[in-house]
């Protein structure tokens, strides 16, 4: 497989041009005061409690999500084509999410198979005819991309649930603003720091009809969740509570918050547990983190959720492959971005293609996240190639293949100095009555040499993400 785009160096080895003033002050800058910085960048993110949860570790075990000194620069033109893609593709989603919980066009003019959309665990029948604020399903949005050696950016995935990652995002900019504010003020970068204004002016906007001054949640599973300390961050940067689902109660399809001076009615609920945890009353009966009537609510109007419920089948990896016919299906567009080659297992003759030449390809649970669930061939010994191979055999609807594409990489601060390593980037697209492209977005960097798995649960780090502005 071949290194990748390098994100600073040309082919001949040549600093590009939105690169020089990182180059200047690298070879300004001493050795020892970077390692300074450094380090004291690992001493503010522990200081502020910046970790998050691993799933399958012992309980109570926290990570810190190393963070990177060097950034991962865009100039504005590149990024110019990226926004008017991202609205493109967000804009095309919640379309389509909208007309398959409706009309059913696309369906019917049989441009995507229906037992795709309406035999998925992630399309909610309760969904169908539900009047959403605004047709707005996924008000936040996170769209994984990566730049393979060609060059070209492509859609890794579609995040249309309970995307995360952007409180990394907001404090990744805060630490490099503080540690060298010499290279911001030596060009313009596009800021960040908007964020929770414009997800609470999307939230507010998104309130029932009739609403003035909406009163807004944020609706964490709790502090076991692998995100509570995004969901705290984010209720104490737009200055609204977090509530677990037993600080709500729902009479008279509206829903309540429990505070010291009594009931409160709350109208807009920014929602980070999924679907299944929502209503015990309408999903799974078990769940201790949902709110009974919650669900009874939301189709009456009397409250909005952010995401709205049903949104995965947007983002399931099986739908995918066909965003690009949304797109010319709804906006009458030819995309900007481009998909990954994919591979439905579902189709005997994708899954004849893909045992074939499973040591080459990447394979993924339809329904995957986090770097989990997958099967990276090139990287894959033999006995997992095997085992996974059976897996596969076993349930092949529940799989997609794509093959191995050699992520671009920035220079990154390892144990031996600056070395490339593997990126992607996932942007942050806010909809409401417009929609707010978040300038840049999270970087996510691979720190073991050669890897291409970003994901934080499988050890990667971040890093800050600027766009100049010129």
């Known amino acids: 497989m071949s290194p990748g785009y390098d994100e600073m160096h040309d082919a001949q080895g040549n600093v590009r041009a939105h690169y020089a003033a990182f180059d200047d002050w690298l070879r300004d800058t001493p050795d020892s005061e970077i390692e300074r910085k450094r380090r004291e960048a690992e001493v503010s993110f522990h200081r502020v409690g910046i970790t998050f949860s691993v799933y399958g570790e012992e309980a109570g075990t926290e990570r810190l999500i190393p963070f990177d000194l060097a950034p991962r620069i865009l100039p504005a033109g590149e990024w ?10 967000v804009l095309a989603l919640n379309l389509f999410l909208a007309d398959v919980y409706g009309e059913r066009r696309i369906l019917r003019e049989k441009l995507i198979p229906a037992e795709l959309v309406l035999d998925n665990s992630e399309y909610l029948s309760q969904m169908i005819g539900v009047q959403v604020p605004g047709g707005v399903y996924s008000h936040v949005s996170g769209i994984d991309l990566v730049r393979a050696g060609d060059g070209l950016y492509y859609v890794l995935e579609d995040n249309l649930r309970v995307p995360s990652g952007v409180s990394y995002m907001l404090e990744n900019r805060r630490m490099m603003a503080r540690l060298v504010p ?6 313009q970068i596009a800021p960040v720091e908007r964020y ?3 997800l609470l002016e999307i939230l507010r906007e998104a309130a029932p009809d009739g609403i003035d001054g909406p009163t807004v949640a944020v609706l964490t599973p709790g502090a076991a969740n692998s995100a509570y300390f995004e969901h705290a961050f984010l209720a104490q940067q737009m200055g609204v509570e977090l509530v677990e689902g037993q600080d709500l109660f729902v009479r008279d399809d509206m829903v309540y918050m429990r505070t010291t001076r009594g009931p409160q009615r709350v109208h807009v609920i920014y929602r980070r547990i999924n679907d299944d945890y929502l ?5 799974r009966a078990d769940s201790m983190l949902g709110v009974p009537g919650i669900f009874g609510a939301y189709k009456a109007g009397r409250v909005t959720l952010a995401n709205a419920p049903g949104s995965g089948v947007g983002d399931d990896k099986s739908v995918y492959p066909y965003v690009p016919e949304m797109i010319r299906f709804y906006l009458s567009e030819e995309p900007i971005l481009l998909n990954v080659p994919t591979w439905v297992l579902r189709k005997p003759e994708d899954l004849r293609y893909t045992l074939e030449r499973l040591p080459e390809l990447v394979v993924k649970e339809v329904h995957g996240a986090g770097g989990y669930g997958m099967l990276v061939g090139p990287a894959a010994t033999k006995k997992e190639i095997e085992d996974f191979r059976q897996r596969i055999l076993d349930d092949p609807e529940n799989y997609i293949a794509q ?8 220079p990154t601060f390892v144990e031996s100095g ?8 996932r942007p942050y697209i806010l909809s409401g009555k417009r929609i707010h492209v978040v300038p840049g977005g999270l970087t996510r960097v691979a720190l073991r040499e050669g890897s291409l798995v970003v994901n934080s649960s499988q050890g990667g780090g971040t890093k ?7």
Request: hydrophobic residues 40%; contains cysteine.
């Open 279 to 283: 209503d015990p009353t309408v999903f």
């Open 196 to 198: 929770p204004d414009a």
């Open 464 to 470: 800050d993400t600027w766009v100049l502005e010129s």
């Open 418 to 425: 600056l070395a490339p390593r593997h990126i992607d980037l």
């Open 80 to 89: 110019r084509m990226l926004e008017a893609g991202l609205r493109q593709r």
């Open 403 to 410: 093959p191995t594409l050699s992520l671009s990489t920035c």
């Open 182 to 187: 010499e290279l911001f003020a030596r060009q």
